[in-house]
C-alpha cells in the first residue's frame, strides 16, 4: 500500500508501544520511546493514511521498532539517528527505511 514512505517519521519517540517491545530489545528504553513517538505522531498526521487506519498507526510502528532493533544495536541506531538528523544518505538508513513496504503489509492491509 505505501501508506508511509518518508523516512522522517522513522526517527523519534511512544510509551505506550515502547512498553510492548519484546525484553530482548537492543534499544534503550529512551531510544524506543522517543523513536515510537515519533513515528507515531507522523503517521497519524500523514494526510495519506486515511483518518479509519490511524489506529493502525500503533502497529505500524511496533513493527518498525521491532524490526529495526533486531537489525542495529544502541549504538548503531545513535549513530543512524544522528546521520539522518545531518541528512547523509548511508547504507544503514537505506536498511532501516526498507523496513517500511514490509510493516506498511503488515499494519495497513487488512
Known sequence: MGVLRSAGFVFAAGCA???A???SAQW????????????LGACRQ???VPEAQR???????LCIVTEGQKLFNEAQFEQINKDFIAKKQTPEIKQFTDLTPACNRKAFSR
Open 55 to 61: 489506529p493502525q498507526c500503533d502497529d505500524y510502528c
Open 21 to 23: 517491545v519484546p525484553a
Open 46 to 48: 500523514n494526510p495519506r
Open 28 to 39: 534503550s528504553a529512551k531510544q524506543r520511546t522517543d523513536f515510537v513517538n515519533d513515528c
Open 17 to 19: 508501544l515502547a512498553l
